[in-house]
């Protein structure tokens, strides 16, 4: 099997790790069964699927694939996280994502025609990933068509929160943008506030949120002054979510 290649080579590849233990004995694959993509799999075909898939390493910023490679595969977390991301045409990248331990990404490639990568994934920390071919889901699919509903019903959540991303992208103030960002990353029903934390470096933020770094820090700063937020390195507490939402309308 070849492994994926880097965008530079300054980037080795990925390490493979082998599956030796059965997933109802392996804690870090535990969380699979939580995923709509296989929540409703029996023991036999999650085992199955498990055993013809393969484990990654990555380093600190280490590159799992680049954009426009053909797919061959799509990924669950393990443990770490990854950071997705597009170059544009003047070759900057711009933050689409990051994808914490319990997630999958890459799935549309089960579904797209041609199969090929739409962004870069990279690792913004030592990371682990199970490499899952597409081929062998598809085969599941069409073995158990009772799979589909599930695998549609996780696209249309995915789809959803899309859109959602998409209306926070067309709020013309930077200010109002990073609200809603804050605002989205408190738990549901956390109307007394809280605190939260940031999935990526605040630069990668600023750049999620399609803004310069230096804007999205006076911001902050203009935040905290007000007694909106307290800042301590990644951590922010909200103490005051409905007086935040009203600074935004």
Do not use: W
């Not at 950071?83 to 914490?100: F, K, Q």
């Not at 799935?107 to 920390?125: H, N, S, T």
């Not at 989205?184 to 506030?193: H, I, K, N, V």
């Amino acid at each position: 099997m070849v492994l994926l290649q880097t965008a530079e080579t300054r980037y080795s590849k990925p390490v493979l790790v082998a599956v030796n233990k059965p997933i109802e004995e392996d804690d870090q694959l535990a969380s699979m069964r939580q995923h709509p993509l296989f929540s409703s799999l029996t023991d036999a075909d999650l085992t199955d699927l498990v055993q013809q898939s393969r484990r990654l390493r990555l380093g600190h910023h280490q590159l799992l694939y680049r954009q426009d490679m053909p797919a061959h595969h799509f990924f669950f977390v393990i443990s770490g996280r990854l950071r997705l991301y597009r170059l544009d045409a003047s070759g900057i990248d711009r933050t689409l994502d990051s994808i914490a331990p319990g997630d999958c990404f890459a799935e549309v490639m089960i579904y797209a025609d041609p199969a090929r990568y739409a962004c870069y994934a990279e690792a913004l920390k030592s990371s682990e990933v199970l490499m899952i071919p597409v081929k062998v889901y598809q085969d599941l699919l069409e073995k158990r068509p009772e799979y589909t509903q599930a695998a549609l019903r996780h696209y249309a959540k995915r789809a959803v929160a899309r859109f959602h991303d998409l209306e926070i992208m067309t709020i013309q103030s930077a200010r109002d943008r990073l609200i809603r960002y804050l605002i989205d990353l408190l738990p549901s029903g956390a109307e007394e506030g809280g605190e939260v934390e940031l999935p990526l470096p605040k630069c990668l933020v600023a750049s999620r949120l399609a803004m310069q770094p230096e804007t999205f820090s006076r911001i902050l700063a203009d935040l905290k002054s007000n007694g909106l937020v307290r800042v301590n390195r990644s951590r922010l507490f909200i103490s005051d979510p409905a007086r935040l939402i009203q600074l935004s309308q």
